[in-house]
């Protein structure tokens, strides 16, 4: 009752509950960065830094982590090291004083490769369908237009494993097996039922007034589309595209059980970075920060819609 | 976020865009021909990539084929559904996964809600905080599973580090993902770690969703604090809750991937849900006939709470 006394809204908390409120998330909030946190260390210690007992909080920072994971080495005699032309790299030095020379590349640069195509090639078609399904969804009569929109939002429920079995059979009855091609048609499926949804709501907001304006100066339907519609809804488009690329680059499900060498993307791979005698966790906390930056960077650009993106905007404030 | 044009710009656009002659003469498409053709294609894709191999599991379950060797395919009828219904193991796995579902969710819900109470007070830099908050439920489950899995290492972990600091054990006397009464636990925790936020959004917008004038009013009546918490902020938040709950159960009644890498069912089969066992006669017994069978099954539960989530999405959407 004493907000009854203040000028300003009654609903307004008190500035003891505020600090108690932010006290109170923020401990959480750090408690849940520890092992974000924890991993982005890892990744700059050195392999028995990073098993160390108690855990390493001060350690002289290394990147024998990052050169494990870009490159594949071999083991050789001292002597052999030492008979050797200086080391040409920063790399060249922490693995020879390992013991050790650089052999060649990892599987790492194909792997990330693979989850850039497949991603973006994936969210490409998904958001191009998509934009002209949502439109139509949003303008058109269509019939039965609920159970379409039912069964496009459906598709994305099935569970991952039980879609899988037949599409390893399918893939390889066609030679879609452990192909990127496979990859994007498959994430662009999945991908595309989100777009719709996401979409659907974005261009429902566009009053239709300024398309029916635009016909009636004589642009036709397909005209106002592209040069009324599309512009409008070009953060809505830029949202669910950011959407469908986090989810194809995220993937491990389909991933893990459809692609084993050709394909494969980065989730399946990095839980099998090992080293010599078991995994070279340095290595492995390496490739999850590289993998873990872009999506941190899409989280703050997203942060605006991700309400509405993890709701198939339904919810949208 | 940019702002979008103005409508007063957006006006003078089309006031001003003179459209060419031609295309003023040829009035294009009809509406129904263009609805046509933007709906087809993806209609078609997912007929392609999803309902072709529906339809093909269908078949295949009541078969007893098995994809890692070739020989003629017989029908079984029903036979593996019967096996299926009568088979001890996907009781068990059903089992664990209902204990799954069931503490992530009452977990998330109530940790969640609580959280998007607190944000919800506006304290000083609430949307920063809440950007951080978000963070795990945007990673990958892979790396996710995979640096969890590094903190619960008995030996070396942070986890097992930190409840030693804090209660005296020795680390080494308890393995999380090791022990048959604690892997069922420690994968609900990494779950509760990175869906929680899920959970917070979406009471987040339920709570923001509460008019003013509501509160206004109950001030005005003089009901406590307690009083407008109950009969106003929880009914009127119900809506959202539930939505956050069913997406929820839908998605860890199909968790494979997190439980995949933490645990891969294991030890024996504690942690086995229903996507591991499903997995693992898929693609490791290749029992193909069977597993499909087993996939239709699970397939017919979740459409059934797919449909349930769809009429509480529209029921939020009405608000």
Request: hydrophobic letters at 50%; a positive charge; proline letters at 6%.
């Given at each position: 009752m004493s907000g009854l006394s203040t000028a300003h809204s009654v609903v307004e908390p008190g500035a003891t509950s505020k600090r108690v409120a932010g006290a109170l998330v923020i401990a959480y909030a750090l408690i849940t960065l520890i092992p974000l946190l924890w991993i982005g260390l890892t990744s700059f210690k050195t392999p028995p830094d990073s098993i160390a007992y108690p855990p390493k909080l001060m350690f002289s920072p290394s990147i024998e982590g990052y050169c494990n994971l870009f490159s594949t080495r071999t083991r050789q005699t001292p002597e052999y090291i030492a008979a050797l032309p200086p080391p040409s790299s920063e790399c060249d030095r922490v693995v020879r004083s390992r013991n050790m020379v650089i052999a060649g590349p990892s599987n790492v640069i194909p792997r990330f490769t693979n989850s850039i195509i497949i991603a973006f090639g994936s969210t490409f078609l998904a958001v191009f369908l998509g934009t002209l399904a949502a439109y139509a969804f949003s303008r058109f009569r269509i019939p039965l237009k609920d159970d379409l929109l039912f069964f496009i939002l459906s598709t994305r429920m099935m569970p991952p494993i039980a879609v899988a079995i037949p599409i390893y059979l399918m893939y390889r009855e066609i030679g879609l097996s452990d192909t990127r091609l496979g990859m994007i048609l498959l994430y662009t499926a999945v991908n595309v039922s989100l777009a719709v949804w996401l979409l659907k709501g974005f261009i429902d907001e566009i009053p239709r007034e300024y398309e029916e304006a635009a016909m009636i100066d004589g642009y036709t339907r397909l005209q106002a589309f592209y040069k009324i519609v599309l512009p409008q809804a070009t953060t809505g488009i830029a949202a669910t595209a950011i959407f469908c690329l986090i989810f194809a680059w995220n993937e491990y499900a389909f991933a893990v059980l459809?692609?084993?060498?050709?394909?494969?993307?980065m989730p399946p791979f990095i839980p099998f970075i090992i080293g010599e005698g078991g995994q070279d966790w340095p290595a492995v906390a390496s490739a999850t920060t590289l993998f873990v930056i872009p999506i941190v960077v899409f989280t703050v650009l997203l942060r605006k819609h991700l309400l509405r993106g993890i709701t198939f905007g339904a919810v949208r404030k | 976020m940019s702002e979008q044009p103005t409508t007063m710009s957006m006006a003078d656009k089309i006031i001003t865009a003179t459209p060419t002659p031609v295309a003023a003469r040829i009035r294009g498409l009809s509406d129904k021909g263009i609805a046509w053709i933007f709906v087809g294609p993806t209609i078609v894709l997912l007929l392609a990539i999803n309902i072709f191999p529906l339809i093909w599991t269908i078949y295949l379950s009541f078969t007893n084929y098995a994809a890692n060797r070739s020989g003629p395919v017989k029908g079984v009828g029903i036979r593996n559904y019967e096996r299926i219904l009568n088979d001890a193991d996907i009781w068990t796995a059903m089992q664990a996964t209902a204990h799954f579902v069931i503490w992530t969710i009452a977990i998330e819900t109530v940790l969640g809600f609580a959280l998007a109470y607190l944000i919800d007070k506006k304290f000083k830099g609430h949307g920063f905080w809440t950007t951080i908050l978000l963070l795990p439920m945007m990673l990958s489950p892979a790396v996710v599973g995979n640096f969890w899995k590094f903190l619960y290492e008995?030996?070396?972990?942070l986890f097992n580090y930190a409840i030693s600091f804090l209660t005296g054990m020795d680390r080494t006397s308890f393995q999380m993902l090791g022990e048959v009464s604690l892997a069922p636990w420690s994968i609900v925790i990494v779950d509760v770690w990175m869906w929680t936020p899920y959970v917070m959004l979406i009471c987040l917008a339920g709570l923001r969703s509460i008019p003013d004038y509501i509160y206004e009013a109950a001030e005005v009546d003089r009901a406590s604090p307690w009083r407008q918490f109950v009969s106003i902020t929880l009914p009127m938040s119900m809506p959202f809750i539930m939505l956050a709950v069913l997406f929820r159960g839908i998605e860890n009644f199909k968790m494979f991937d997190l439980i995949n890498l933490l645990t891969s069912g294991g030890p024996g089969s504690t942690t086995e849900v229903a996507s591991i066992t499903l997995k693992r006669a898929a693609f490791?017994?290749?029992?193909t006939g069977y597993s499909s069978a087993f996939a239709i099954i699970l397939f017919v539960t979740v459409f059934g709470l797919a449909n349930i989530y769809v009429k509480a999405l529209n029921k939020v959407k009405q608000r």
């Amino acid at each position: 009752m004493s907000g009854l006394s203040t000028a300003h809204s009654v609903v307004e908390p008190g500035a003891t509950s505020k600090r108690v409120a932010g006290a109170l998330v923020i401990a959480y909030a750090l408690i849940t960065l520890i092992p974000l946190l924890w991993i982005g260390l890892t990744s700059f210690k050195t392999p028995p830094d990073s098993i160390a007992y108690p855990p390493k909080l001060m350690f002289s920072p290394s990147i024998e982590g990052y050169c494990n994971l870009f490159s594949t080495r071999t083991r050789q005699t001292p002597e052999y090291i030492a008979a050797l032309p200086p080391p040409s790299s920063e790399c060249d030095r922490v693995v020879r004083s390992r013991n050790m020379v650089i052999a060649g590349p990892s599987n790492v640069i194909p792997r990330f490769t693979n989850s850039i195509i497949i991603a973006f090639g994936s969210t490409f078609l998904a958001v191009f369908l998509g934009t002209l399904a949502a439109y139509a969804f949003s303008r058109f009569r269509i019939p039965l237009k609920d159970d379409l929109l039912f069964f496009i939002l459906s598709t994305r429920m099935m569970p991952p494993i039980a879609v899988a079995i037949p599409i390893y059979l399918m893939y390889r009855e066609i030679g879609l097996s452990d192909t990127r091609l496979g990859m994007i048609l498959l994430y662009t499926a999945v991908n595309v039922s989100l777009a719709v949804w996401l979409l659907k709501g974005f261009i429902d907001e566009i009053p239709r007034e300024y398309e029916e304006a635009a016909m009636i100066d004589g642009y036709t339907r397909l005209q106002a589309f592209y040069k009324i519609v599309l512009p409008q809804a070009t953060t809505g488009i830029a949202a669910t595209a950011i959407f469908c690329l986090i989810f194809a680059w995220n993937e491990y499900a389909f991933a893990v059980l459809l692609t084993s060498g050709e394909a494969q993307t980065m989730p399946p791979f990095i839980p099998f970075i090992i080293g010599e005698g078991g995994q070279d966790w340095p290595a492995v906390a390496s490739a999850t920060t590289l993998f873990v930056i872009p999506i941190v960077v899409f989280t703050v650009l997203l942060r605006k819609h991700l309400l509405r993106g993890i709701t198939f905007g339904a919810v949208r404030k | 976020m940019s702002e979008q044009p103005t409508t007063m710009s957006m006006a003078d656009k089309i006031i001003t865009a003179t459209p060419t002659p031609v295309a003023a003469r040829i009035r294009g498409l009809s509406d129904k021909g263009i609805a046509w053709i933007f709906v087809g294609p993806t209609i078609v894709l997912l007929l392609a990539i999803n309902i072709f191999p529906l339809i093909w599991t269908i078949y295949l379950s009541f078969t007893n084929y098995a994809a890692n060797r070739s020989g003629p395919v017989k029908g079984v009828g029903i036979r593996n559904y019967e096996r299926i219904l009568n088979d001890a193991d996907i009781w068990t796995a059903m089992q664990a996964t209902a204990h799954f579902v069931i503490w992530t969710i009452a977990i998330e819900t109530v940790l969640g809600f609580a959280l998007a109470y607190l944000i919800d007070k506006k304290f000083k830099g609430h949307g920063f905080w809440t950007t951080i908050l978000l963070l795990p439920m945007m990673l990958s489950p892979a790396v996710v599973g995979n640096f969890w899995k590094f903190l619960y290492e008995p030996q070396i972990g942070l986890f097992n580090y930190a409840i030693s600091f804090l209660t005296g054990m020795d680390r080494t006397s308890f393995q999380m993902l090791g022990e048959v009464s604690l892997a069922p636990w420690s994968i609900v925790i990494v779950d509760v770690w990175m869906w929680t936020p899920y959970v917070m959004l979406i009471c987040l917008a339920g709570l923001r969703s509460i008019p003013d004038y509501i509160y206004e009013a109950a001030e005005v009546d003089r009901a406590s604090p307690w009083r407008q918490f109950v009969s106003i902020t929880l009914p009127m938040s119900m809506p959202f809750i539930m939505l956050a709950v069913l997406f929820r159960g839908i998605e860890n009644f199909k968790m494979f991937d997190l439980i995949n890498l933490l645990t891969s069912g294991g030890p024996g089969s504690t942690t086995e849900v229903a996507s591991i066992t499903l997995k693992r006669a898929a693609f490791e017994s290749w029992r193909t006939g069977y597993s499909s069978a087993f996939a239709i099954i699970l397939f017919v539960t979740v459409f059934g709470l797919a449909n349930i989530y769809v009429k509480a999405l529209n029921k939020v959407k009405q608000r």
